[in-house]
């Protein structure tokens, strides 16, 4: 395995224990994103609604695990934010809303769907929240994202004054670019 590749695959790992520690101290927010790291030397760090947060590899080796867990904290707050208080069974708040296409699941007129079918019917369905809501506790400070990512720190039982540490290495790293509005579908 070259070198390059294992050095990926541990900051991956990192990423991915930094994200999971954050989540297993917070279990009152209510989403569980997976953590995805994205090769390349950019500073970037960004979610897809409540499933998914993606951390360049560049931001990831610029970092120590404090910041790394600081920048975390915040765009898991950001997502939180954007979800708002919504509960079990509710549809998730999107930018997005689904064409409007008549769908038949199965012995339409060609016969049942296939598997591209399927994945077009589960891509074009509303998302559903299957995670608990958002704590009563946290749901006051959910509308601000940067008291929402220190309370997610200290939660954790890390300094929540690395949030304000952070606050250049987070601008460099929330600025737009063509993978963020690749893997986030933005116009």
């Not at 991956?12 to 954050?22: F, T, Y």
């Not at 993606?54 to 970092?63: H, I, Q």
């Not at 608990?132 to 939660?155: C, N, T, V």
């Not at 929540?160 to 540490?165: H, I, N, R, S």
Request: proline fraction near 7%.
């Amino acid at each position: 395995m070259p070198a390059e590749s294992s050095k990926a695959n541990s900051e991956a790992r990192r990423v991915a224990r930094l994200g999971k520690e954050l989540l297993d101290r917070n279990p009152g927010l209510g989403i569980r994103p997976a953590f995805h790291l994205l090769g390349g030397p950019t500073s970037e760090i960004f979610h897809r609604e409540t499933y998914q947060i993606y951390v360049s590899e560049g931001l990831a080796a610029r970092t120590t695990d404090a910041q790394l867990s600081a920048l975390i904290a915040e765009e898991l707050a950001l997502s939180v934010a954007e979800r708002g208080p919504i509960g079990n069974g509710q549809m998730t708040a999107s930018r997005w809303s689904p064409i409007d296409v008549p769908i038949e699941r199965g012995g339409g007129t060609f016969g049942p769907a296939d598997g591209t079918r399927m994945a077009e019917l589960a891509r074009l369905s509303p998302r559903r929240n299957s995670g608990p809501a958002l704590d009563p506790k946290l749901s006051r400070i959910a509308e601000h994202p940067l008291d929402l990512a220190r309370e997610i720190l200290r939660q954790a039982g890390q300094d929540p004054a690395e949030v304000e540490l952070c606050r250049n290495l987070s601008s460099e790293a929330h600025k737009e670019s063509p993978r963020r509005k690749q893997l986030t579908a933005i116009k």
